[in-house]
């Protein structure tokens, strides 16, 4: 028998109140050699035969366990398609509008990567820019929990409708969006920049060319904070506030 060794945890509090729990468990099973036992059949002295009792054979116990461990990494896949482009604790983030337009926020798990959670805000990008030109914003994203009796299966990320709070203040209603070609051009456009904000000149096509065919948008590094199935965090990394976030953005199903 080996000893049982224990595993300290470290508690990880933070201002942002969210925690983890870590569970890692291992077994080790000890295999045992065959054993054989011959026996002389007495009956017939011409015709002699040794029979040997085989054990079970490990093939199917090795099918068994194959089998088992088969069926948990499926369910940890279908698990983790909650991240169907695998969102890990850093995120690229792009807020993006017409100066006429609403905001659109987008977070990829790379710069080149299809969005895993693109919304369209109620809240014109000109408000947005003049809330975050006089310091922090906080935004807040809340959708309802399902009932007991209507239980789906969706991630937080995909929920379709969110209530919308900027700074404390209601904003309307927040929509999930596909990626259509709109949207991928401006993400494609500045998909060289890691951190910065600015604008993009509009389509001579579009209608609205010109100032207001402009698109403005603010792209930067965000931290991700998974608090539970019902609530993530992100947290804008900038590196010239000594590590507080001029823009947060948090994620609830209440």
């Known amino acids: ?120 805000l109620a809240t014109p990008i000109s408000g947005l820019v003049r809330e975050m030109a006089s310091g922090l914003v906080r935004i807040a994203l809340e959708c309802d929990k399902e009932k007991e009796e209507e239980k789906k299966s969706l991630r937080l990320l995909e929920e379709p409708v969110w209530r919308t709070y900027c700074n404390g203040k209601k904003c309307g209603f927040a929509t999930r969006r596909e990626c259509g070609a709109k949207e991928w051009k401006v993400l494609k456009a500045v998909e060289p920049i890691s951190m910065g904000a600015g604008v993009l000149p509009g389509s001579e096509d579009e209608a609205g060319a010109g100032a207001d065919g402009e698109v403005m948008y603010m792209r930067a590094k965000f931290e991700r904070i998974v608090g539970s199935r019902d609530s993530e965090a992100f947290y804008m990394m900038n590196p010239d506030s000594n590590g507080t976030p001029e823009l947060s953005v948090y994620l609830l199903r209440i």
């Open 1 to 120: 028998m080996k000893p049982n060794m224990a595993r300290t945890s470290q508690d990880f509090s933070s201002k942002r109140h969210f925690h983890w729990t870590k569970k890692v468990g291992t077994e080790e099973d000890d295999d045992q050699p065959p054993t054989f036992k011959p026996e002389e059949d007495k009956k017939d002295n011409a015709n002699t035969k040794t029979q040997v009792s085989m054990p079970t054979p490990k093939k199917k116990l090795t099918a068994v366990a194959v089998a088992r461990l088969r069926t948990v990494l499926t369910a940890f896949g279908k698990h983790r398609s909650g991240l169907p482009l695998g969102l890990g604790p850093r995120v690229i983030g792009t807020l993006f509008g017409s100066r006429r337009g609403h905001v659109h926020f987008a977070f990829q798990k790379d710069p080149n990567s299809t969005p895993a959670f693109l919304v369209e």
